[in-house]
């Protein structure tokens, strides 16, 4: 079971992927896109080293840190 908040935080963080990834094809060169694919990368890396991005099946973290 997961707590409310983490819900609402992985719905942001999807949110937040589509977006940029529909600035990123749409070829908009402006400085919005690059901060916002720089942040996100950031921030699922921070997520997945503090461990709060944990799977059921093992091969998976092997894609995680790919």
Do not use: H, P, W
């Not at 999807?14 to 094809?25: A, P």
């Not at 720089?38 to 997520?47: E, Q, T």
Request: proline letters at 0%.
């Amino acid at each position: 079971m997961l707590s409310q908040g983490t819900i609402l935080l992985r719905i942001g963080f999807i949110i937040l992927s589509l977006t940029n990834f529909g600035l990123l094809l749409e070829n908009r060169q402006d400085k919005k896109s690059g901060i916002l694919e720089i942040s996100r990368c950031l921030v699922f890396v921070g997520v997945y080293k503090l461990g709060y991005l944990r799977s059921q099946i093992s091969s998976l973290g092997y894609a995680y840190e790919v």
